[in-house]
C-alpha cells in the first residue's frame, strides 16, 4: 500500500515545449485515481513519469512518502497495464504472469501460489495452458493485468488500458476493474481520454487540459460544478449547451434572470432542459426549433436551435417532437462562467 504525491512535477521537452506544466496532485492510500483529457493534454507524460519511463524536468513525485525522482523504474515497486497489453506471444498464459516473478529469483512454490490465486480472481484458471493468440481482447487485457496483481506492488498505473476493446467489454471491464482494485486495496492511477470511464472508476478525477490540472476531485462534484467552459464541455456526454450573455440577454435578446455580475456564459446540461407545455412558467425559457431527433431508447435527444446557438435537449422515452417544430425550452438548473471560462458562483 502507498500514496502517491507530485508536487509541482513539469516535464519541458526540446524546444522548449512544456508538456506537463506544475501539476500538483495528492492521492491517498489504496484510493483509484483517473487522468482523462484530450490527446496531447499531458496525462499519459505524467503518469510515465510516476513510472519513471519519462525524467521529470522538475518537482517532485514521491510514492509512500519517499521522493523516486533519481530511482529507476524496477526500483518504485510500481506494476504498469499497458493500452496494448504486451504479452509475450511465444509463452502461455502462466509463463506470462509467472515472467516477472521468476526474474526477480522468487521460489517455484511462491510463484505458483501467487500465480494460481490470482488466476482464480480473474477468473483465468482454465486459460493458463493458452496462448495470447488463443484468447480474447478481454482475456488478455485479464493476463496483462494478473501479471500486474501478481508481483503485489504498491501501485498499479494503468494507460489506456480498455481502448482496443469494444464497447461491451469495455462497460464489463470497467466493472472487473473497480471491483478488483477495491478488493485489493491497491492505490491506482489510471489514464483515458473517455469520459464516462473516468467518470464511473475514479474515486478521484482529475481533468487536465493542456498541461494543466483543470479541476480535481470527486467526479460527481466536477460534473455537478464545472470549474470551468472546458470541464462542462469535455466532463458530460452530451456536452454541456453554453451560450453567450451580454447585459444581462442572451444573443436573441431572451432575458437571463439573475445572472451574476461578471457572467459571460451561460450553460445548462441537456438532462436539466425541459420542454414547456405551460403558459406562464417562470424558469428561464427559450424559443428553439428542433433541427434532429436521435431516440436511444429509454430517452430522447432533441438537438435544437434557440438562444442564438445550438442545442441538445434530453428527454425521457419516445420523443413526439419533429425536426422543424418549434419548442419554448426551459433550462431548469444554470451555471455561470467569465470572460476566461472560468466558473463564476451564484
Do not use: W
Not at 75 to 80: K, L, P, S, V
Not at 156 to 162: Q, R, V, Y
Request: hydrophobic residues 40%; neutral net charge.
Amino acid at each position: 500500500m502507498a500514496t502517491v504525491d507530485l508536487n509541482d512535477v513539469r516535464k519541458v521537452y526540446s524546444g522548449n515545449v512544456e508538456a506537463v506544466k506544475g501539476v500538483s496532485i495528492a492521492i491517498p492510500d489504496g484510493k483509484l485515481c483517473v487522468l482523462v483529457g484530450p490527446s496531447g493534454c499531458g496525462k499519459s507524460t505524467l503518469l510515465r513519469m510516476i513510472a519513471g519511463l519519462e525524467s521529470i524536468t522538475s518537482g517532485t513525485v514521491a510514492i509512500d512518502g519517499k521522493v523516486v525522482n533519481a530511482i529507476g523504474p524496477a526500483e518504485r515497486d510500481i506494476a504498469m497495464v499497458f493500452q496494448n497489453y504486451a504479452l509475450y506471444p511465444h509463452m502461455k498464459v502462466y509463463d506470462n504472469m509467472a515472467y516477472g516473478l521468476r526474474n526477480r529469483g522468487m521460489g517455484k512454490a511462491e510463484i505458483d501460489t501467487r500465480v494460481r490465486e490470482t488466476a482464480r480472481i480473474l477468473e483465468l484458471g482454465t486459460l493458463l495452458e493458452r496462448r495470447p493468440r488463443e484468447l480474447s481482447g478481454g482475456q488478455r487485457q485479464r493476463v496483462a493485468m494478473g501479471r500486474a496483481i501478481v508481483r503485489k506492488p504498491k501501485v498499479f498505473l494503468f494507460d489506456e488500458p480498455l481502448s482496443n476493446l469494444d464497447a461491451k467489454l469495455r462497460g464489463q471491464m470497467r466493472v472487473e476493474i473497480k471491483n478488483l482494485q477495491r478488493s485489493l486495496g491497491v492505490t491506482s492511477v489510471y489514464v483515458t481520454h473517455d469520459q464516462l470511464e473516468a467518470m464511473t472508476l475514479a474515486d478521484t478525477l482529475v481533468v487536465m487540459n493542456a498541461g494543466v490540472v483543470e479541476q480535481m476531485g470527486d467526479p460527481l462534484d466536477i460534473y455537478e460544478a464545472p470549474a470551468s467552459t472546458f470541464v462542462a464541455t469535455f466532463i458530460g456526454a452530451p456536452p454541456m449547451n453554453l451560450l453567450p450573455v451580454r447585459d444581462g440577454s442572451l444573443a436573441d435578446g431572451t432575458p437571463v434572470p439573475h445572472a451574476p455580475a461578471g457572467a459571460a456564459t451561460l450553460g445548462f446540461r441537456p438532462e436539466d432542459t425541459a420542454v414547456l407545455h405551460e403558459a406562464g412558467d417562470r424558469r428561464l425559457s427559450l424559443d428553439a426549433t428542433v433541427e434532429a431527433v436521435e431516440p436511444v431508447g429509454a430517452e430522447s435527444f432533441l438537438y435544437c436551435a434557440g438562444g442564438g446557438q445550438k442545442l441538445v435537449a434530453r428527454v425521457s422515452g419516445r420523443a413526439t417532437a419533429q425536426p422543424g417544430d418549434r419548442l419554448k425550452l426551459a433550462a431548469t438548473r444554470v451555471h455561470f462562467f467569465d470572460e476566461a471560462g472560468r466558473r463564476v458562483e451564484t
